[in-house]
Each structure stands twice: as structure tokens, then as C-alpha cells.
């Protein structure tokens, strides 16, 4: 008998998601769907507003990378209103990106996705959490707090806010780092580097080397990648070109202006979220598990995927590492995770790069701007992708028009594949259980939404 | 005679705006006042202006709260319709014998509730409109009058005529006050000193034909346009042709009717207020239709006040209002239709013919006989114009000693000369009397009270019937029934009149049988009942403030007289809306501040000396602060007052006398550096000459500094010795300095740096300067030729004598306009004045031995830095502006600061005098207080709203918010306003600005208002939200 | 025992949650001190059972319950009821939920109106709107408007300390005071009164700061001319200390919702600048004063003139 | 829909709340929709309390001040006028009819005054109303 199995919410993920897995009459998947709810309306009602107050309204897009939005608003801003941040203004804008990556990925692998691998994908729902973790582990998950918390702090320390933030303003920044503040987030986050670098031996042994075979086959699909570099392929998370590869590895780079040229977005009846696609394939869109098309990723295992390689030492030699046991482009859903803890090692060094340049106290923090007409279109790389502000401005300075490409929209084709894969490897004759159904939700954690 | 034989009473006789000064400053100045005043209702002549230059104020509207204050105050007692008919004793004690005619109604039973009038069958002309409608000839003056009491016409009532008649009104009276058997009655009164403020009439144009007043409907008078302007008035404000009710479109003012003319009336006098009610009128009617062609004809217009040359200039060039510089001679009919014909010499010497639809006549003030036969009897002596005489140096002092004067009836003067004289009265009496002050002033015994903090509201509500005004429309049983169900309401009663004395006795017992703690009173009006029923709350001991009222008479039953049902749901919400606010009333207390008495006068010029006598003979202490060495100020260069007094005599004995009064300590060479405190406790430091810093501790503050004289730019000053300045010339005069006495031909130039662009204001004084050194000079040697070179003579009031009088021994005046001033150059040993004539049409060249600047008058450049010291504001002539042009002359809005002098404008010194001791009244009224007690619907901060963001601190009009830093419990550092309740006035400005509640004004709370809409809106709070 | 506790989000954006996991170690005691039964970011437990046997949208009993975000849609209302009746003190946290938040900007625009810019802007390869999207209300709730709330902790997102202060007290059944006054109450800036005001500018370049001097030497950012929202915007960001806006040397622009319960931050704001003589007409976009609490029927789509 | 339609005035007790009293004095005739509501000057009304009244319920809401520069206390009703655009601008910011607030300048000897002004308030009511329902029956 034909039946629907409901997966709602979707837990230990970043945002409201249900996933519905069809069974045809003999209990085999003939549908999955992942649903995400994600309409709030900001590209309506950012219209009207003053430009230079869009990068404190979209961060509500987000409470977990309020900054990416923050920073791609902005970016989008000084665009619109032509006006370049001053070096410094730059500077303080990356470091805080970078920082609010830490946050993010530290949450993301310990307090959401690790319960599965450390207590088992099989362990009861009531303990397959951190507060089981927290049982299991008591020392570990007060460091993993902590280190959350320090990558927070320092942000709020130095920034004000670091859920929601304000600090970056049209033109640059809109406070100067002091000599004593940057001692101190140098400090911090030498003690962040050590522990990115002390979770990822801790994954390697604990977690991926125990689900070697779900690494490569849990929600497997082909796909290709977007992700960004700069002009000499290095891994990029606030700046830099936009590099889309096929599925069959090759790459086309282009700036982020350019977007409209090579994505689109598709609407699905049965979705309020919008899917992007890789219209400069030329082959469309279809969600079709046995010929997908225009499908891509992005997120972290898409952007190593998609870089040459990493500007910081010890995120490259896990690079190489990471390359040399899964290829170039690695495809396995899971190993987003470990891409994520790569990345978090790079997001330290970078951290520190960034601090170490006295430049980064210097007093010119903000250009002054002034309200025009124009349009401005804000990249940055977020932690759940590729992220895109695109805005027009009248005469007033105010928006006409918005466009947001969030990171996760672009996942969201590959997420139903991907749980398509996932449902029907493990549902064959309508039998299920929680185990199994948290499988599929393991493979949606995977992309973080 | 010894002090214990003097008086504590003082009889102001006239109830109009002088009288009510007068009678308000002393009855605060510990004085019982007797307020004498002919007619029905105290007001005198304001009450029936539209409004008053040069603010365009509401005339009603700001009188209303001096007839109110006079009204109320314990020490006044009114006596309408009585008249003065015999005084005899001396200053100190006179015994005045007072007869009081029939009013027809019982003041303590007449609810003015207006039936009588209503039902009235006789109409008769109605004086207060100047007889342009009609009135009932039982009626009230105005609807403000006060004491709003009805009266009955004995000329006009049918009753009274012909007994046995009519009586309507006193079968309809709800309270029967009419008494058709009221009779005369004579008393006695002893009292120390008498007030004069008799008044004015204005002249009756309709004696002379030639105006066609009386002949041609379309001629009115200006008295009689203001009642037609008056929105309040007979036609609502709307102007129409009388004859045929036709729009107005061309209107003429014809200025001296009545005034500077000796052949139609003997008032040779200059009215002095008539020009600038034409340009008012004028004004007005223009605002209503722009469209109106406006012209004022005149001989010059005399704006010599106050900001009074920018209202003309106003006038001239926004409101398009024409002045013609010509006298009319008369009037005549164009046509049948009710149009007018006027004939005048244009400027350029043409026969100009106009027509006009309306002819108003400015109508000059006169005395009335009635009061020149009083003035007689009571033996004080006239001028020859008919007004009191006076002598400058005492601008109040008739010549009777302890009888005082003031108002129109010192000549005439306009409404702030007026309190201006109504204080200086009252100042001088005040002095005179100052040994028997307080001595038979009322004061109430202070009462116990219940604290009613603790316990829970219970609410007594009294719904009144005001006889059948509210209960005709109102179902008040139905009302009273309703108000049992509101909520923490104990106890509801009805009355037939809640206001009566009984029922105040009965309310008394009524709040102790049900230990009620809370009153509403639904009745008339708050405005005029608040204070009654508050005092019976005093004696049933609670507090008073825990009180309110619901207006169901006058904005209920009155305005919806044919919706009963509506008015009575109506009744409902207004008594829900006053048990709710007075349920969350707390008890206040006025906050009370001793006062320390003294008074700190700023300048030792005679307006500065003049005050400090005054207050030091008033028993207070003066500091004189003097910036120079010497006392006299900028009267050390005049030689004569307008009519010849001799002011360097008077000035030697005014000097002598301050200095021996043991009360003044006088500084010299010393400025003010630093205020602190306020009304009643100022803290000034000044800097003595020995460059000494001395603290003096005041409870008033006068500002008396002065004015600098003008250093003219122009006509070759200071370049042609023979070119000099009025006041150098007095020195030069004085002496026969060759120059003078070997002089033939002397020419006067007026208006040297006055009233130009840059100076827009007159200097008030140098027309009757220059008049005065021509006289002289042309008496002296007839030969002499003498040139008055002048923009317009100014020689307001009684000074039109001299004016006449240089011209009987044939000065010459020469007019000239700002455009095009006279030419002075350097012609052998003489100076050759080259001027427009514009009589010939011609250019005119004068050989002059002398030429003569009336320089202007300027404010000291100092005013600047006290302004800001003692946070007053400053016009844009650098004068100090005082808090109300018209009612307010020498106060501040900053309470205890007073101004008088030059400080103020540029004035004669008899008017320095009467505004100096109008500031000692002022002054004096405060330091006998002993303390202030604070009104206490003030501001309240709460602590736990506040954070001190900040943004009431400006919008304060009384500048009493001030940000503090405070440490919490915890030792964090918070942030708050503070009041200064001695300056808060209570507006709620700041309540209304404060988006957290952080600041309320106690009484209306901002969660009381907010109570009150709610049930207003009969809106339970019932959140719909609950599940 | 120990007291349960469900924690809902609706129309959120997870920054309450992230933020109470920035109370940091204190959230371990949290952890042991109450048992989560219902969680969605951080536990597995799913309405109508693990294997969605249950009733639809149904929930654990709890004694605390914490609800994130306002009420946008049918299944909002739903939970948001479902967590009414099972929790026996409801916690609305953050502004979202207390007074709409940034998501109810869109009450300015119907419903209909939001979906069609949203569906139809960028690059949207075809215009369509979904059909079998949840089914939207006319405008966002914030959830007082929808059921009885005991305590509401507003804050875009709210003071870590707070969230755990308030939920330490419910379960110590302690007494608790949330703060009453603005965040003017703990901007250290220097005030003087709002006379010399500059006319209200735009923020397109910094405050007038010294960068070596603290926040305290500043002058209030209001009377340098940048609307600030601190003096009608409920205070508690930075706990005792300076605003965290402050902080950061910008302006407040109200995320902790109107100082005063029922309060009117676009009117509250222009009245302030008003009665201090300021020209509010010069301010741009006065509608997004509201941005943070146009709940409760504040805004609304412009009313149609005739 | 039947519920009594009802205006808040808040007048001054300097001028417009005598102006009242006086109407009532002259036996002038007006609506009985009026609730008034004594405040000491026009500037002490806070704007919210207009919104809370329209919040309520109210069909409008009046705020009667006296004659610019006749304050009792200087500035009060300069600072009413200055609020009373803020109110309008917030009513049409907040999709209310601005029409629903007005703010008048009657003098304590002007009773016709305000008789008319509380007359113009009803009839613009009346009109907004028969306007809103016509929009809804459309």
C-alpha cells in the first residue's frame, strides 16, 4: 500500500526542514522531497529602504551566519552607492567573516552532526544529542562549548554584535581596532587554531574513520561544484572569483556580478524555497534522481573541490591530504564534514594572517558614501554556500529591487537527491525505522542547512 | 500719625484692567482690596476688543484669567454696580462711602444658568456691542463676566417699570434668585488708601455731524468694528456693511476723531492708542479677506511703542494696508446705496476724491464727566485735558495724599501702560501702607488630614441636578444608578445643587459617614468649581487634589439639550472617565520655599533707584548693584521732564534719599558674573570694584540696566563741531555756550538712527525732546528760526501741548521720509541743511548755526551677557522681551525677574518711574509671601522608567530639567532627570514627549489620561488572546 | 524531577538559539538542570512521534516553554497553540516573538503582494508561485497576539545572561526582573540635551569618536544627528554594560522592541525628534522605525486613497 | 458595526476646554459623539495617547490647543503642532486614515469655534466612514 513517511521536523539542522518520502505500493521510494521553509519576504520588504540599512535587516536572513549576509549586503551597498571600503574597512570586514566561520563550523560539527557519528546513528533520539555528548564526554564537550563560545565573544568583543551584527557599514567599517583588541583576539585565536586543528585529528579517529563507508555512499550523488577562488585558485571565503565546475571536473571562473550569466533560480510547485541550477550548462534543470540536470553544490566540500588549493599551511596539508584519499572532485555527501573541519582549520590561520598585518588597526575604517542610483551585487562565501546580495537603488538611495541567492538554495536540489539516494538505499519493501529514517536525516545534515 | 491707626484695606475704584492690577498686587501684597466698580462686571473696556496689538492676542481670552484670579482671591471684594460717592480722613485712614445699586438678582443664589435672559420678552441696545445688537434687559455683560451673576436693566425691565407686569424670569428662576425688590444701599468702608483707575470713555463722534456717525449707517466707529472683527461678537466675527449687509471691499480709517482737534471737541490731546488699533483693525480685516482695500488716514502715525513701528511696517508692506498722510474733514453720501465720499490733499498736493462702502472713525479717550465731577468732590486735581494730574517723578500720586491714580485716567495710554500704572498704584500704596500689611487679610487655618495612601480608593460621587439644567436633560436617576456599578464607587448621591452651602455641609458628612476617600462630582464646569468643592474636601479632611469633576452641565445637558437619551449615555462615559482618573489620584502637597527678603536691582539709574526706594520703604532689603560710581544712570543728562519738572533737582533728592535708606546696600562699580537659584532663592555673585567677588542671597531679582544713547554715523557727527547730538546739546544749552547764544537759526533732526533698517524701532522720547529745546531756544530770543526736521511727531498723550504750542510761536517742521533724509555739509562758520519740502514741492536749503541730532536710543550692549546669566530672552533691538506684551509688562517668564526702564524700550522717564515701581509691586507681591507654595500638579520623574536618555531637557518652555549621573545599588552608573519643582510649571510637555513614562505630571498622569480613554471608550480589557 | 523544557522556533531565524548557546558553560548546568523534551535545533524529537505515528504537530508536556520567531503561517499557529497547551509557563523569545520582529516588515505588503515579488524576482526561470506552500496568514504575529504569553524576552537576539537568568528563575522558581528601562539607561555617551541636534542625517559616515577614548566620551549618537532608537527601544542588550550597538559605535536601531509594553517606536521616535524641533520629515523611510515590531497591527499596507 | 462612534478631544484648560464651557454657556449645539478630555496644555498630550485612543476604538481623535503664540506655558502648542504632523504622517505610515486626527487652535471666546471644528470632525468621520464601507462592500 502506497504510503507517505514524514520526517518533520528535520532535526539538528540549521533551519525549518520536513522531508517526505513517498513509497509506491510494493514499499519502495518513489519520491523524496526535502521541503525547507524559507519565505520570509526580504526581497519584498528590503524595497523602500535606505541602502546603507539593508546590511542590519538581512541578517535576520540568519541568526547562525548573520555576518555573511551582514558582509554581502554591504558589499552589494558600496556597490550600489560606488564607493570602495578603505583597506582597512576591508580588513576588519574579513577578519570578522572569518571568525564568524569558526563559530559556525565548531556548532555545526559538534552540536549538530557529531551526536550521529559519536552515540551512533542508532542510539535512542533522546540521547543522540549534545546533551548526550555532554554525558559521553564531558571534558570534550565543555572545550567544544567554550571554543563556540570564544569564537562568538570575540566577535562581540570587538564588533558589538555578534548574532545580527552592525559593524560593517556602506563604505567600510564602523569602528577602528585598537592595538589592546588585537593582542587579544590574536591570543584567542591562537587557542582557536589549536583546537580546529585538535577537532579534526578528533574526527579523523573518532568519527570518519568509524563510517568510512557512509563517507563515500550515504546520500551519494554526481554532482558539480560552486565555490570561490582567487586569480591563483586559493580557497576564498570573503572575496574572489566564483568558480563553477561540471561534473566532469572542468571549471569556468567568473566575478559574481556575472551571476545571472551562469545560475538561475527554478520554482517547484510543491516548495516555497527557490532551487538554483547551472544555467550556463545549458542542459536545464531537472530534479530527475536518474538524469539530474543543471545540479550543483556548493558549501564546503564544494569549495575544495572547486579551489587549487589553500593559501594557509596546515589547511593545505589537510587539502592534499583530503585529495589524496577522496580525489578532485570528491563527491561523497559526508565529507562535507570533514571538509568543514578543514575549512575551520583555515579559517583560524586566516584569523591570524589577517591580525598579523598592522595594517588592520589603521584608523581610515570608512569611505564616506553617498545615496545614488545604481546596483550593487555582494558575494561572499558562506558557510552554507555561496551567498549573493543583488540590489538596485533609485535617485534616493533606497532599493528598488533585491535579489538573494542564499547559500543553502543552492543545495537544496542536490539535498533531495541526495535524500532520494539516501531513502531509497535504505527503504526497499516499506519497512522503516528510526534508525534508518535518521540515516536520511544524516544525509540532509551533511549540507547544513 | 502712629502706625496702628493706618489700614490694612485699600479701595480700588474702576474694575478694568488698571483697577484689577491694582486690586490683584495688592491684595497680594497682604492688603484686603475693595474693587469699586460701576457696572455689573469687572473687565473694563477689554473685554469687548477683538484683540490687542501689536501680539494680535485674543483680548478675551487673556483677560479672562485676571477676572478669574480677581474673582477668586480672598483678599478682593468685588462690588458691582456701586459707586464712590464721598471720601473724607486722610492717607492712612479715609473712610469711603460707597452706594451699591440693585442688581434685581441674589448673586448667592443665581446659578447663571440663563433662562431669565432667554425667556426675557424686552430687548434693549446693547452697550457692551456698542449698540450694534441688542441684549435682554436682564442679562449678563459678556458670557465671562465676572462675578457671573445675572442683572436686571431697572431702565429696561417691564417688571420694574410697571409692577405687576411681566416677572417672567422669576417664575422660570430654578434657584429663585430674582429680587424685583432690591433697593440702594450706602456703606462705609474704612480704608488707607484709595486707587483711582477710573477709566476712559471713547469720544462720541456722533455730536459733530460731519463724521456722519448716527447719520450714515456705514460710518462706525473703530469701537464698534472691533465688536463687528469679534468672533464672539453680535455678527461671529463676520464683517457686512451695517447698511445692507453687503461684503465690506473698501474700508477707511480716519485717525483723531475726538483726539488733537481743539475746534470739534477740546481734546487737544493726542489719544495715543488710536493709531495703533486703526493698523490693528486694519490688519485684522485683512486677515479675514485679503481682498479689502484698507487705508488709514492720518496726520502721523504714532507707533512709538514697543515692537509697535514693525506692526506698522507689517501692516504697510504684507497686509497692503494704505496710510495716507491727510485729516479728513468730513464725510458725505455717494449715492443712495450707502456708499461714502471722501475728499483729501494727497501728499503731492492734489485734490483726491475716494470712495468707500465703510468709514471707521479712530475714536480718541476721554474722561467721563461723571468722573471729573468725582475727581472734584474727592478734591484730587485735573489737567486742563481732563485727566488726573500728575507730576512725572510720581506718575501715581494724585495730589491728594493716599489716594494714587492709574490707568487712562493718568491720560491716555494703551493696556500696558496700564498694569503698568495698576502695579505702580499698588506699589505705591504698598509703601505708604507697609506698617499695616497683613493686618486685615484672611488667611485659612491650615487642616488635618487623611492619609489615604494605604487604602483602597472608595469613591463618592454626587451627580447634580443644577436645578433642571442637567436633570431637564439628563436622567440623572438613571446616571446615579450607573455609577454604583463603576468600579471602587461606594457611595452616589444627587442634588438638586451640588453647589449650594448646604449641600457642601452634607457632602461633609456624606464623606465621613462612608469613609469615603475619593470625590467625583458631576456637574458644571471644573473651571469655575474646582476650588469650592475642594475646600469641602479640605474640611471633611482629605486631601483636596483627590477630586474631580464630570463637566455633564456645560458639555453634556447644554450642548445636546434635544438628545436626552444620547446626553445621558453621554453623562455615563464623562463620570466613568472621573471615577477612573480619581481612583489612581494621589494626595499632593504644594511644595513650599521660604523666601529670602530682599530684592537684587541691577543699575542705579532712576528706574533702578525708584524700585530700590519703593521695596526699601516696603520694609525689604535691596542690594543696588551700580556698574559706574555714581547713581543716576542716563537721567544724569536730562535737564526737564515733558512739562518742565526739573529732573536734575529730582534726581539729587531721589540719589540722597536711596542712600540714606538703611534697607539699600548700595555697590558701585560692580557688575553681576554668576546666577544661581531661582524664584525666591537667587544666589547672584558680583564683582565689586575692587575686583571682590561678594554672593548675595535674594528672593527677587530687578532688571534695571539701562539703555546707551546712539553715536550717530551720519549728518557729518563728529566731523562739523556745530553738529551735535540732543544731549550734548542740553549740556551746551544749559551753559549759554557760544555756540547756543550766539545761534540765529537751529535745525532739529529727528529720528537720527531710529526707526531705519537696521533699527526699525522709535526711540519714544526725542520728538517731545527737540520740541521742548525749541521752545526754549525760541522763547529765549523769538528771532531765533528754528527747524524741527522730522518723519513723524511723535507727541503722544498730553504731550500734544507742547507740540501746539511750538508751532503757536512758529517752529518750523519740516516732514522728510527715511529715503530721502536731510543733506548737511560745511558752509563758512554755519552748516548749510538741505531737505525735501513737502509742502512747496521743493527742495529747501537752511543756513543753520546749529544742527541739533535726535540720536536714538540703543540697548546696552551688557543686556547680552545678564540675558544669559539669568536665562532671559532678548528682542531683536537687544531689549530685554518681557513675558507678555500686553498683561505681563515687567515680568519674565522666569519667575522673580523683573524689568523696568530703558532695559526694556526706550522710554520718558515718567514712564521709567511707573514701570520701576511696577516691578517693585511685582517684586514686592513675591517677598511678602514669605514663601511660595508651589502649585503641585508638577513634574514627577520616576526612577524606574528614566533613564535619563535626555529628551525632555529641551523642550522644556521652563528650562527645569536637568540630566544626573547617580550610582544604583550596585554601583553602576545610571542616568536621570531631575525636576526643579520650584520652576516647573506643570504643562506636561515633557509627558508628552518622554516615550518611556519616565516623567508624568501629577493629576494627569499619563495613565490616567489613558483611563480616561479607555472609558471613554467604554473598552474593558479583556486580551483576546487568552485561549 | 527535573522541569522540562520544549523550545520551539516558528518564523525564526535561529539567532535566539545561537544566542543562548553563547551563555556558554552555563548552558552545561542548563543541560542538567532541566530535561529538553522538545528541541528542534539541537534534539531529534519530532511532532507525532519518531516514526510520525502520532497525532500531527503534537508535543511533549513540559513546564517551560520557550518559542522563537512570530506566527507567519497555518503550521506556525498550530505549534505555536500545540506549545501553549503544553507548557505551563511560555516564554516568547526574542523580538520575532514578542512583537514580530524584521519578518513582519512584510505586514506593510499583503500577503499575495510577497509572494509574487519573491517568486518572481532575480532570476526565476519561470513565474510561479507554489501551491503547496504552507498556507500563509495575512500578516506576521507575533505570538502574544495569538495566545497568552507569561513572560516575554525580547531582543533581536536576546542577552544570553537574560535567556538564562529567566529560565534559572522559572526553574528555581525564583523571582525575576527583566530590565523596564531603554538603552539609553546604559549608553555611557555624553548627553547635553537634544537643543544642538543636528538635523538627522543619514548613516553614511561614522559617529564623532575619538578611536583612543572609551564609549563614554562620545557624544550621544542622537545629538550627533544619527537616529539613534536607544531612547525608545527596551534596554538589556549589553546586560549592565554599554549597548552592544554602542559597542560597535553605531547607532541603536531598536532590536529589543518598544521600551514601553504597547509601545510605538516609529511614533515614539518622530515625537521625540519633533518636540525637540527636529524636521522628521527629513528622516527617510520612517516606516522602517518599525522594523523590529511591526506586529500587533502596527504596520499595515498603505491604505488605499481614493 | 452598531457600536457608538466616539471622538476624544483633548483641550486645553486654558482655552479650548473654556471654549467648551462657554458653548455650553451660548446653548450651542453639537455632536454628542464628543468625549472631551481635560489636559493643562495641548502640549502635554504624547502622541501615543492619540494612538492608544484610534488603538481603542475611537472614530477620531481631537487635539484643541490654543491660538499659536497664546500658550499659557510659551511653546506648548507649537509643540502639539509639531507632534500633530508626526501624527498624521505615523496614521498614513500605519495604513490609518490621517483624516481620523485633527488638531485645532480655539481660543477660550471661541465657542463657535470649536463647535465647528468638533461639527467638520463628524462630518469628515462620516464621510471617511461611508468611504471604508463602501470599499468593502467593492
Known sequence: ?449 | MSDNTMSGAVMVVGGGISGMQAALDLADLGFLVYLVEKTGAIGGAMPQYNKVFPTNDCSMCIIAPKLVECGRHPNITIMTLSQVVDISGQAGDFTIRVRKYPRYVDTSKCIACGQCSAQCPKSVDDSFNSNIAKRKAIYIKYPQAVPLKYQIDPEACLRINQPGACGVCAEICPPGAINFDDQEHDHELRVGAVVMALGFQTFDPSKAKVWGHGIYPNVITSLQFERYLSPNGPTDGILTRPSDGEPVKKIAFLQCIGSRDKNRCNNEYCSSVCCMYAIKEAVMAKEVNPELEVSIFHMDMRTSGKEFDRYYERARSEYGVKFIRSRIHGVEPKGTKGDLRLHYISPQGKQIEEIVDLVVLSVGLETPDSMVKLAETIGIHMTPDRFASISAFMPVHTSRKGIFTCGAFNGPRDIPQSVIGGSAAAASVSSLLASARNTMTKTTPPSIELDVRLQEPRIGVFVCHCGTNIAGVIDVEELTAYAKTLPQVVHVARNLFTCAQDTQDLIVQQIRDNGLNRIVVAACTPRTHEPLFRKTLKSAGINEYLFEMANIRNQNAWVHNQEPETATRKAKDLVKMAVVKVATQTALKPLRIPITPSALIIGGGVAGMTAALNLAKQEFHIHLVEKTSQLGGNALHLFQTWNGEHVPRFLKELSEEVLNNPNIEVFYNSTVVEVAGHVGNFNTTIKTGTNRKQTIEHGATIITTGAKRYIPEEFEYGKIPKVVASIEFDKLHMHNETRVANGKSFVFIQCVGSRNKERPYCSKSCCTHSIQSAIKLKKEVPSRQIYILYREIRTYGQRERIYNQARELGIIFINYELHGPPKISREDTGVLVEVWDHVLHRPLEIKADMVILAAATLASPEAVELANMFKLPLNADGFFQEAHAKLRPMDFNVDGIFVAGLAHYPKPLEESISQALAAAAKAGRLLARKEIALEPNTALVDPERCDGCGLCIDVCPYLTIHLVTYQDDDGSVKKSVTINQALCKGCGICQGTCPKRGITISGFTYNQIEAQIDAALCTELTPEASL | MKPKLNFEWLHACSGCEISMLNWGEQLLDLFDQVEIVHFPLLMDHKYGGQLGEGAPLSLPEADIGLVSGGVAHQEHLQVLQEMRKQCRTLIALGTCATHGGIPAMRNQWSTADTLHTVFTAGTVDKEISPSSAPAFLDRVYSIDEKVRVDVSLPGCPPQPQLIGAVIKALVNKDAFQLPQKSVCETCPTIREGKKKMAPVQRFLHNADYDRDQPVSEMQCLLEQGLVCMGPVTAGGCGGKDTPLCLQARVPCRGCYGPVQPGGNQLLDMMNALASNGIDHRALVDRKSLLRFSGAHGLLKPARKKN | MNREQKIIAFCCNWCSYAAADLAGISRLQYPASIRIIRVMCSGMVHPEMVMHALAQGAAGVMIIGCHLGECHYIKGNEMALARAEVITDTLEDLGYASEQFQLTWVSSAEPERLVEAFRNMCGRLAVLQSEQSADHIM
Not at chain 1, 131 to 146: H, N, S
Not at chain 1, 205 to 225: C, P, W
Not at chain 1, 402 to 410: F, K, Q
Open chain 1, 1 to 449: 500500500m502506497a504510503q507517505v513517511i514524514h520526517i518533520h521536523p528535520v532535526t539538528r539542522i540549521e533551519g525549518h526542514a520536513s522531508i517526505a518520502i513517498h513509497l509506491d505500493d510494493v514499499g519502495r521510494v518513489s519520491d523524496a522531497r526535502v521541503e525547507i521553509a524559507a519565505l520570509r519576504g526580504f526581497e519584498q520588504f528590503v524595497i523602500g529602504r535606505p541602502a546603507e540599512e539593508i546590511p542590519r535587516i538581512v541578517s535576520r536572513i540568519c541568526g547562525i551566519c548573520p555576518w555573511m549576509h551582514h558582509l554581502a549586503a554591504v558589499k552589494a551597498i558600496d556597490g550600489c552607492f560606488g564607493v570602495t571600503p578603505t583597506p582597512a574597512g576591508h580588513r576588519l570586514r574579513e577578519l570578522c567573516q572569518v571568525l564568524a566561520h569558526i563559530h559556525d563550523k565548531i556548532l555545526h560539527f559538534f552540536f549538530l552532526a557529531a551526536p550521529d557519528f559519536v552515540l551512533g546513528p542508532d542510539s535512542d533520539y533522546s540521547v543522540r544529542n549534545i546533551m548526550g555528548m555532554v554525558r559521553k564526554d564531558p571534558e570534550l564537550a565543555a572545550r567544544v562549548v567554550r571554543m563556540r563560545q570564544l569564537g562568538q565573544m570575540m566577535l562581540e568583543r570587538f564588533a558589538g554584535k555578534a548574532i545580527h551584527p552592525v559593524a560593517g557599514v556602506v563604505g567600510g567599517f564602523a569602528k577602528p581596532m585598537s592595538n589592546e583588541e588585537r593582542q587579544e583576539l590574536q591570543r584567542d585565536a591562537a587557542l582557536l587554531l589549536d583546537f580546529a586543528s585538535f577537532a579534526l585529528d578528533y574526527a579523523k579517529d573518532k568519527v570518519f574513520g568509524r563510517f568510512q563507508e557512509e563517507m563515500q555512499s550515504l546520500g551519494a550523488i554526481t554532482t558539480g561544484f560552486l565555490g570561490a577562488v582567487d586569480a591563483q585558485g586559493n580557497l576564498q571565503l570573503y572575496d574572489g572569483l566564483l568558480r563553477l565546475m561540471h561534473p566532469n571536473g572542468k571549471s569556468v571562473d567568473f566575478p559574481a556580478s556575472d551571476y545571472e550569466l551562469h545560475l538561475s533560480e527554478h520554482v517547484e510547485p510543491w516548495s516555497t524555497a527557490k532551487m538554483v541550477y547551472a544555467k550556463s550548462w545549458r542542459e536545464g534543470f531537472s530534479l530527475d534522481p536518474a538524469a539530474p540536470k543543471g545540479i550543483y553544490r556548493v558549501n564546503t566540500l564544494a569549495r575544495l573541490n572547486v579551489c587549487d588549493r589553500i593559501a594557509t599551511p596546515r589547511a593545505q596539508a589537510e587539502l592534499e591530504a583530503f585529495r589524496e584519499q577522496f580525489g578532485r572532485p570528491a563527491q561523497g555527501t559526508l565529507l562535507y564534514h570533514w571538509a568543514r573541519l578543514i575549512e575551520l582549520v583555515y579559517a583560524c590561520e586566516r584569523t591570524l594572517e589577517l591580525l598579523a598585518d598592522d595594517a588592520i588597526t589603521d584608523s581610515a575604517i570608512r569611505n564616506p558614501a553617498t545615496p545614488q542610483a545604481g546596483r550593487g551585487i555582494g558575494h561572499v562565501e558562506a558557510p552554507r554556500g555561496t551567498l549573493i546580495h543583488d540590489y538596485t537603488t533609485d535617485d534616493n538611495g533606497c532599493i528598488t529591487k533585491a535579489n538573494l541567492i542564499v547559500g543553502t538554495t543552492h543545495n537544496i536540489a542536490p539535498m533531495n537527491l541526495s535524500v532520494h539516494q539516501a531513502a531509497s538505499s535504505l527503504i526497499c519493501d516499506g519497512e522503516f525505522d528510526e534508525e534508518m529514517l535518521n540515516r536520511i536525516e544524516m544525509a540532509v545534515r551533511a549540507y547544513d542547512p
